[in-house]
């Protein structure tokens, strides 16, 4: 199993980026997936979810309305659509499958990260 993510880079405040991540070798029961994000010296944290059954979406309280998550299904591949960027946006991000829990541990499979760095 392996989940490929992309699409990080520099964007100024206000800016936007899409976050894709595209999944190869997952079965069925996995497909739920989330995204998260882990600043410099901080803990990673919980942003978005999507669950595979009924496409159920959850978000962090301090990306609503700003970020969307989505999938399409015949590429395998979820992404984050992330407008109105901040500074305090900045981080790694990384996409995990298995669950759309808020919980990091409840995740089975894991992308390698990508970063978005937020200019103000």
């Known amino acids: 199993v392996q989940l490929q993510a992309s699409g990080g880079g520099l964007v100024q405040a206000g800016g936007s980026l899409r976050l894709s991540c595209t999944t190869f070798?997952?079965?069925?029961?996995?497909?739920?997936m989330g995204w998260f994000r882990q600043a410099p010296e901080k803990e990673r944290e919980f942003v978005a979810s999507?669950?595979?059954?009924?496409?159920?979406?959850h978000y962090t309280d301090s990306v609503k309305g700003r970020f969307t998550i989505s999938r399409e299904v015949a590429k395998n591949t979820v992404y984050l659509q992330m407008d109105s960027l901040k500074p305090e946006d900045t981080a790694v991000y990384y996409c995990?499958?298995?669950?759309?829990?808020?919980?990091?541990?409840?995740?089975?499979?894991w992308g390698q990260g990508t970063l978005v760095t937020v200019s103000s």
């Open positions: 995990a499958a298995g669950s759309y829990d808020h919980n990091p541990r409840s995740y089975r499979y």
């Open positions: 999507i669950r595979w059954e009924d496409r159920t979406r």
């Open positions: 070798g997952l079965t069925f029961r996995f497909k739920s």
